[in-house]
């Protein structure tokens, strides 16, 4: 499977949150999950940002250690819950 890389502004969504509104997610943690939230697999994004599927999975880690979750789909739920907080 290809997958058309583009250039960065097509390929970067508008994060849900900015770090400080309501989660301690690092920018890059918040790009993930704007990825993750639109369905897309840890190979999509590594290939999307330009990492290996093994760096997006550890940062996945420790998204859902920082959250308190154990997989993608709570993490979705409770990112968009705390990227609600400060707007």
Known sequence: QHVHRGNAKE???EPAA???EG???SP???EIMDWVRKGKTNMEIG???DI????VKNH???IFK???VYNRTQAVSRFEKLSTIGR
Not at 52 to 55: E, K, M, R
């Open 18 to 20: 900015k770090d400080g």
């Open 28 to 30: 890059r943690e918040c």
């Open 66 to 68: 920082k959250l308190s």
């Open 47 to 49: 290939l999307i940002l």
């Open 60 to 62: 996945l880690q420790r």
């Open 11 to 13: 390929q970067t969504p």
């Open 23 to 25: 989660h301690d997610l």
């Open 52 to 55: 290996s599927a093994f760096t």
